[in-house]
């Protein structure tokens, strides 16, 4: 079986050779843990935010930026974002689900050498593990750098030394936030289908391809934290291709993986986040999810899709003076 | 002269190096011949598609995705495909004309050094000939992997050790064979170029560029043959830059380089096939065709085109409950 | 303080190495200066044009083709650029303003290390320069081959062995001219921003996305120069994130920064610059624009835009039989 963190060893190298020119910083803690700053102190950059994606990704995946022009006339950057390996770039890499301390959430290749229970994904029998990783490497999203602290428990936690975990940080008004989040549209799509109580689908998954807009930085954290999720909630498209018995499997659950399944669908995530006195989960759960899914049976040749890209929602949530006047 | 084989060594050995994270196989032959399984036993992936063709293009041209939303509104892969050398990119390496046994067709750089008097691409006077190859690299799409027989055949015509044979395999069914069919676009234009009475055109061919919609995986094997060449006769499009003395010598023979100069024009490839007791040649000719050619003169500065991408056709070719009902 | 020029090590040796399968020459003149030649005697190709781009831009940016649909139904090569340092990538490294001698002009990163007076992006206090550069990278773009008396000098205005001068030379009608100059779109806007009176706005830029469409490659010299000026004048579009501290400091100078603010707006560039004589100096300066502008400001997430994208124009430039007759 392949070593999600060692099969990014190519990438993790070049950003440490690069770091200047991807305009991030890298040093040690005193322990001895490794910091590539990519959007806390440092700045970040459109490359280093694609680098962050893929190396998320467990460098199974592929990230692509492109120009779009919205239908109100403006241009919107977008990525495109490509897997074959969805189980486990995804479920067993880019989803943000551990625990790091702090209140901070790790995501990337490291969580499949952590021993942490909290991190639901490997909460399953014969679940992936990493026993062969030579290092760990994790993103983190926060506001600030994780310390010895936090690094010296991740490093007891994976069983490795602290010269050995590499912690890729950023916060939630850097480019690496906009671009990365906006690139977790496969992701989104199938932690909706794990929530579901039929979740055969999952091991059906066999390619995904995804498309999302991506919200230019903004430097208020209320706004930057709303736009990076409507990037997802009204701007990303999902489709995979599956190999399912019936069309059925797919029929059942496919519209309740999308925002428009939502009880609150049509409103900004950051209204509805400060609503829930910007606590995640006090949310409805059915708003986090993609705004369009679409999937093609490999068995039968037929596709099915539910929800669609909301631009005009996207235009005033990304430009302030394009809201309308209440 | 460059030496296509040579020329490819950088990509074959990335692929070496990640075939388990390309999601491919790597094995030799007792004979010693290397095989890249990429869509047999192996799954293959995005990734492995693309370094595929642009190996088979002799590295000479450039492939990348792209998301397009059709008509129809589903999202569909497409490919761009680029080369600025397009004779040797093509005619002496993608093309697929060196029949290397049991009813296999090998295309790629590899041709370029196997002495077989069926390959009609090298039977002109002055043809390119890679004499200074140190590898073999053949890419292959059949229903099995080859043998020694045919790999100590392939290495006997090409005088060359089976250790430096590569030979890349994938069947119809396969995600490397959706988009490396798409992808030759450029190739099916030349194609028809070099069958026309006046040929003189091609030696004008300086630049080339192309996109075709690409086909999802399907498991049906006479869906998937009819799918990936309807990414041509109707989903492809390609664009030359020539330089001709005068623009009659391209509108001359532009009329009958596209798939709507053929009498079955608008029919699926897989109905087609069919009634053809799925023999290729036995189909009208003119079928296996671009869908839109466009050719620009760089000498006067006009451009001509003719075809259209029929988008309607490629969704019910693609989606099978997209199909009108009869 | 990173060096522009050993910035570009990576992407000048893969050049180097390579330079015969992207269609280049690669050689010393008598006094030991290298000469890559990109396109004068050698053809050059889609993928020298990408990499001389990024060089050109101290590889602090990317450049990523792509095919664009044309309202009149063509495709069209097209150019999306993105750079998160736009001061050291446009300022200090693609703007074209040193000049070489015999009437060239040199651009790259090249230009930091030269100290000669003419090249007024250097002309403030503070000025950027790569005091850690171990060889000088220039691109220019001229009719003939820089001599080894341009060759010496530029190595004396860098005190810098000629051994370790790199010289990227094309003409105006070679694919890399067609790609490079709509390649400038971002480069052009920052240009138009520096000949305000007001330039505050210059330290607020802080990430930049650009699009340009490209124009087939054209033989005749007044026919390609039109075009690959009518690339940004009618089809190219910047867009600039900026930390300003009021909107205002955008709107006064946005009106000013794109092609129709010129009186000569919607003539074609060829016309004017044989009115002109030839001479780009003597054409009204307001015409050396944009065609479109749009400016977030991070601070306030407000956006600003000016000016469109004119395909009309376009296709008219680009192909001589979509020309109106008269």
Request: charged share 25%.
């Amino acid at each position: 079986m392949i070593s999600l963190n060692n099969n990014v060893k190519r990438k993790l190298q070049f950003i440490l050779d690069n770091y200047e020119a991807l305009s991030c910083k890298s040093y040690k803690l005193p322990c001895g843990a490794n910091i590539i700053d990519m959007g806390i102190e440092a700045k970040g950059s459109f490359e280093a935010a694609r680098l962050f994606t893929e190396i998320n990704m467990a460098d199974l995946g592929t990230v692509t930026y492109r120009d779009y022009v919205l239908e109100d006339g403006h241009s919107c950057l977008a990525v495109e974002v490509m897997t074959s390996e969805p189980i486990l770039a995804l479920r067993y890499s880019q989803i943000a689900s551990y625990p790091i301390g702090d209140g901070m959430i790790g995501s990337g290749p490291g969580r499949a050498v952590a021993r942490n229970k909290e991190d639901y994904c490997f909460d399953i029998p014969d679940s992936y593990r990493d026993t062969e990783a030579e290092l760990v490497v994790l993103g983190v999203q926060g506001q600030r750098v994780p310390d010895d602290e936090i690094a010296m428990k991740i490093a007891e936690e994976c069983n490795m030394s602290p010269d050995n975990i590499y912690l890729l940080v950023h916060n939630n008004t850097s480019i690496v936030a906009a671009v990365q989040v906006a690139a977790r549209i496969l992701e989104q799509t199938l932690h909706k289908i794990m929530m579901q109580e039929d979740q055969s689908i999952e091991y059906a998954l066999e390619f995904a391809r995804g498309f999302a807009l991506v919200a230019p930085v903004t430097l208020d954290d209320d706004e930057a934290m709303g736009k990076i999720n409507d990037s997802l909630l009204y701007g990303g498209r999902s489709q995979y291709w599956v190999k399912c018995k019936s069309d059925e499997e797919i029929t059942r659950i496919l519209p309740k993986l999308v925002t428009e399944y939502s009880k609150d669908y049509g409103r900004s995530f950051r209204e509805l986040y400060l609503e829930a006195d910007r606590t995640y989960y006090k949310m409805d759960l059915n708003i986090h999810s993609p705004a369009r899914v679409e999937i093609f049976n490999m068995n039968t040749g037929n596709i099915f899709s539910q929800g669609n890209i909301r631009e005009d929602i996207i235009s005033s949530s990304f430009f302030k003076n394009k809201r309308k006047k209440v």
